[in-house]
C-alpha cells in the first residue's frame, strides 16, 4: 500500500509541475500512471486487456475506411447521431454503433449522449493523412504478418537479419523486402511516405530542440537575414567558401529540413535535403515552392552510394538506421564518416535508444514491428556505441527526448 500512496503522490507532483509548465513531468506522470494500474489490476485483467488491444485497431480501420470517422469529424466538434451517420456512410445504424462503442471507451470518439458522438483531439489528429497512414500500415501490414507467422516458425524460423537464401517474416508473407514492395505497389509508397511525413509533422518536441541547436551552433555568426548569408562564408567553416551547414539525409519531403530553416532563418550555411527521386516524384509543387522559398536544395542520393556533400557542419537522419541491420548501417554510415571533417562536423541520429535494463515498452515494441516489417532493429545504448565506433565514430552525448520516445545521438569523428 505504501507503494501505491508513493505512485499516487508522484502523479499529483507531477502534475502541478506541469501545471507551471514543466513539460518534462509528463513522462513521470505517465509512467507512474502505467506503474499504478499494473499495480491495481489483476494478472487476469492484464493478459485479457492485451487480448483485446488488436479489437482497437480492427476498429480504427474501419472508422477510416468506411468513412465514419471523416463524417464525425466534418462536423467539427458538433454532435452527429448514429442515424445520421447511417445516412452519411451508407452502413446498418447498428453495425455503426458497435464499431464506435469501441472506439468512445478508448476516448478515441466522444460520446456525448445515446449513439451520438462528437470529434475530440485524438478523432482530428487520427483523421489527419499521416494518422492514416499509420493506420494502413500497421493493420494491412502486420495483420497478414501476424497470421502468418506461427507458419514462418515453422517454416524455417523468424530471421532477423536475413541473408539471401532467408526470407524475413514481411518477405515471407507479401513476397517480396518491404522496399521492393513498395517500389511495385505505388499506393502502399504512398502510405509509407505519407507515414513518415506524418511522424516529422506531428513530433511534438522536434530534433533540434532535443539537440539544442541555438546553444550548440552558437558560433555560427548569424548577422544577416538574407538568403544569400546562407550560402557565403560567414558561417564558421572548415574553409569551404561555400559551406554546407544541415544536410538531412534520406529526408523524405524535408518535413525535418524545412522545419530546421523556419525556426533559424538566420543561421547561415547551405540546407541541402537528399532522397530517392521515387521520394522526390510525390513531392507536390507547393511544397517544392515552400522548400525553395526556404533555400533547401534537393539532391537526389542514395545512401548506399559515396556521400557528395563534405565537411558539412551538420549531417542528419532521422529513422534510417533502425531500417537497417548491422552490416548495411556500416556502409551508409561509413559513407558519413568518410566526408566528415574532424573536429567540426557532426553526425545527428534521431532514433530509439534503448536502455540496456528496465526498457519502455513503446521502444521495445517498436523494435519488435522493426524486425516484423522491415528485419531492422531499434538499438540499445552499448548498441548504438559498438555500431557508430565501427565506423570511426564516437557519440559525444545522447540527448534525451521523453522516455520511450527517440533520442538525438551526436558523434563525431575519433
Not at 523494435?367 to 565506433?389: A, P
Request: aromatic share 8%; glycine share 6%.
Amino acid at each position: 500500500m505504501a507503494y501505491i500512496n508513493s505512485l499516487v503522490q508522484t502523479i499529483q507532483d507531477g502534475l502541478n509541475r506541469e501545471a507551471l509548465g514543466d513539460s518534462s513531468s509528463r513522462t513521470v506522470v505517465t509512467e507512474a500512471v502505467d506503474d499504478l494500474k499494473a499495480q491495481v489490476d489483476a494478472p487476469w485483467d492484464i493478459l485479457w486487456e492485451t487480448r483485446f488491444e488488436i479489437l482497437n485497431s480492427i476498429c480504427k480501420r474501419l472508422a477510416i475506411e468506411t468513412g465514419i470517422l471523416h463524417a464525425i469529424v466534418t462536423r467539427d466538434g458538433n454532435p452527429i447521431t448514429s442515424s445520421e451517420l447511417a445516412e452519411k456512410t451508407n452502413l446498418d445504424k447498428q453495425f455503426i454503433e458497435r464499431l464506435i462503442r469501441v472506439l468512445t471507451a478508448r476516448r478515441i470518439i466522444s460520446e456525448v449522449d445515446v449513439c451520438t458522438y462528437a470529434a475530440n483531439d485524438v478523432t482530428r489528429l487520427l483523421d489527419t493523412p499521416g494518422s492514416i497512414a499509420a493506420e494502413k500500415y500497421f493493420f494491412d501490414f502486420l495483420f497478414p504478418i501476424g497470421a502468418n507467422l506461427i507458419k514462418c516458425v515453422k517454416d524455417g524460423g523468424i530471421h532477423q537479419f536475413p541473408t539471401k537464401d532467408q526470407k524475413g517474416p514481411f518477405e515471407f508473407t507479401f513476397g517480396a523486402p518491404i522496399f521492393d514492395f513498395l517500389e511495385a505497389n505505388k499506393e502502399y509508397k504512398v502510405v509509407f511516405d505519407n507515414l513518415m511525413s506524418g511522424r516529422r509533422e506531428g513530433t511534438e518536441v522536434k530534433w533540434f530542440h532535443t539537440y539544442p541547436v541555438a546553444s550548440e551552433l552558437a558560433s555560427i555568426r548569424s548577422n544577416s537575414q538574407s538568403e544569400t548569408a546562407r550560402s557565403h562564408n560567414e558561417v564558421e567553416s572548415n574553409g569551404d567558401p561555400d559551406p554546407v551547414l544541415l544536410v538531412d539525409i534520406a529526408g523524405g519531403r524535408g518535413h525535418d529540413i524545412y522545419a530546421f530553416a523556419t525556426e533559424f532563418p538566420d543561421l547561415p550555411g547551405r540546407l541541402i535535403l537528399e532522397d530517392l527521386p521515387s521520394t522526390f516524384a510525390n513531392v507536390d509543387s507547393a511544397r517544392l515552392d515552400m522548400l525553395r522559398s526556404a533555400g533547401i536544395e534537393m539532391l537526389q542520393y542514395d545512401f548506399f552510394t559515396p556521400q557528395p556533400i563534405h565537411g558539412a557542419r551538420l549531417y542528419f537522419m532521422r529513422d534510417i538506421c533502425h531500417d537497417w541491420p548491422d552490416a548495411e548501417c556500416k556502409r551508409f554510415l561509413g559513407n558519413v564518416a568518410k566526408v566528415m571533417t574532424k573536429g567540426y562536423s557532426k553526425l545527428l541520429l534521431d532514433e530509439h535508444v534503448i536502455d540496456d535494463v528496465n526498457a519502455n515498452h513503446r521502444a521495445a515494441a517498436s523494435d519488435m514491428l522493426m524486425m516484423l516489417v522491415l528485419t531492422g532493429i531499434e538499438r540499445t545504448r552499448s548498441q548504438w556505441k559498438e555500431l557508430l565506433g565501427s565506423v570511426g565514430l564516437k557519440i559525444v552525448k545522447i540527448w534525451p527526448n521523453r522516455r520511450g520516445q527517440q533520442s538525438v545521438i551526436e558523434s563525431e569523428l575519433m
